[in-house]
């Protein structure tokens, strides 16, 4: 059961959709410190404990766990399975329909893929930085149209694709403005930009407060940013060349173990990003 608020007091429509089923709540919470009792004592003396020490020297250093991770596609839908519980693809289920060309920007081993098998009106061109989990989501037969690059550069001419999806990889890029920039490139007029992410869910009252995004380096998930859904229509807003504008922001708590986890309550939010028409005011 969900409940749902739009508020339109801006030009940015917000839509709020919150998960009001308390069983399924304390089921997730459940399932949460079941993983937590079981797999954090190995995660902490293999993974976490080399971690702490190696960031002293390296800010930037990757994690034991990361690094398997991204060499072993099965341990990524391991992960994936175990995060997003009780199902990989949970993550995209309030995400409409695709339709026409669009280019996925990491894509991983193809999860979104997989969960849009019955979309018909759709192309999808894949894109990520990892060619072994583009390897593994194309033996899967989720993946076609692949693109080994990053999204600062796309080798693809102007104006060559209607949609453009960050499906929850929006985190994980490092410099926005550039990524902004290049998707203004190759969006076509009139073209949407959808970033479906999660952000840091902020409770009344408990004390929190996130004034800007940050980035920060997990043990976990690597270097990413961390946003609160305030931080990160700001953070968007401050990125954005003028071609793009913001125009929506829908947030739905869907039911998966991320968005419940006892330490970064977290909801998912999909921000819809368009470009301007040809004499569009600004």
């Known amino acids: 059961m969900a409940m749902k608020t739009t508020l339109t007091t801006s030009p940015i429509q917000h839509q709020v959709s919150r998960h009001t089923s308390p069983l399924g709540v304390m089921l997730l919470r459940f399932i949460y410190l079941m993983y937590y009792a079981l797999l954090y004592p190995p995660y902490y003396f293999w993974n976490k404990r080399d971690f702490k020490t190696q960031t002293k020297k390296n800010p930037f250093y990757v994690s034991k766990l990361v690094r398997l991770v991204e060499k072993h596609p099965r341990l990524y839908e391991l992960s994936m399975f175990v995060l997003n519980f009780p199902r990989p693809t949970a993550v995209y289920h309030f995400l409409p329909e695709l339709q026409g060309r669009v ?160 330490k970064y309550p977290q909801t998912d939010i999909l921000a819809v990003i368009r470009k301007r028409s040809e004499g569009e005011n600004k």
């Open 103 to 262: 280019l996925q920007v990491g894509c991983g081993t193809g999860l979104l893929n997989k969960h849009a098998k019955g979309w018909r009106h759709v192309e999808f061109f894949n894109l990520d930085i990892n060619e072994k989990h583009l390897q593994f989501g194309m033996k899967k037969g989720r993946l076609h149209n692949c693109i080994h690059s990053g999204i600062y550069q796309v080798e693809k001419e102007d104006e060559c694709f209607d949609k453009i999806v960050f499906a929850r990889c929006f985190h994980h890029i490092r410099h926005h403005k550039k990524a902004f920039k290049e998707c203004a490139r190759l969006l076509n007029k009139g073209g949407e930009l959808w970033i479906l992410d999660p952000v840091i869910l902020e409770e009344q009252g408990s004390g929190k407060q996130m004034s800007a995004g940050y980035m920060a380096n997990s043990s976990i998930d690597g270097v990413i940013w961390r946003f609160t859904k305030k931080a990160f229509i700001e953070h968007v807003l401050a990125s954005l060349p003028g071609e793009l504008e913001l125009i929506s922001i829908t947030e739905n708590r869907q039911p998966h173990l991320t968005n419940y986890n006892l």
